[in-house]
């Protein structure tokens, strides 16, 4: 049986909007509507901005920018923990194998400051 989206109602601004959405995505729709209301009514009390688009731009401008932030905080260490993370596991694993070219042809690479040798005062978590 497919399921047919609902329709659900909701308030961004003291305006109704209908949105289809799937039943298992109401709950985020309606905190998604609650942050941008929230944002916009932020705007419109600061008196800069004018106009209801203008305040849905802005407040569209800062969620956007709140969002690439969060996203570039999550690639930073992390992300060069776990590209770490994989090149130890590569050297254990060629270690374990007992693969001498391989070995051989790592230790011929030029290493880089975060390819030298583990530093367990370097180290983070």
């Known amino acids: 049986m497919i399921e047919e989206p609902l329709q659900l109602s909701i308030k961004i601004l003291d305006k109704e909007y209908r949105i289809a959405c799937e039943f298992h995505e109401q709950d985020d729709l309606k905190a998604s509507a609650r942050l941008l209301d929230g944002r916009m009514r932020e705007i419109r009390q600061t008196g800069r901005v004018i106009g209801t688009d203008r305040i849905a ?11 690439i932030q969060v996203q570039r905080a999550r690639s930073g260490p992390e992300g060069e923990l776990t590209r770490r993370l994989h090149q130890l596991q590569e050297r254990v694993n060629h270690a374990l194998a007992g693969d ?17 040798s583990l530093d367990a005062s370097r180290e983070r978590v």
């Open 57 to 67: 731009v802005m407040a569209a401008l800062n969620i956007a920018h709140d969002l």
């Open 100 to 116: 001498e070219d391989d070995e051989q042809a790592h230790q011929s690479e030029p290493e880089t400051p975060v390819q030298s």
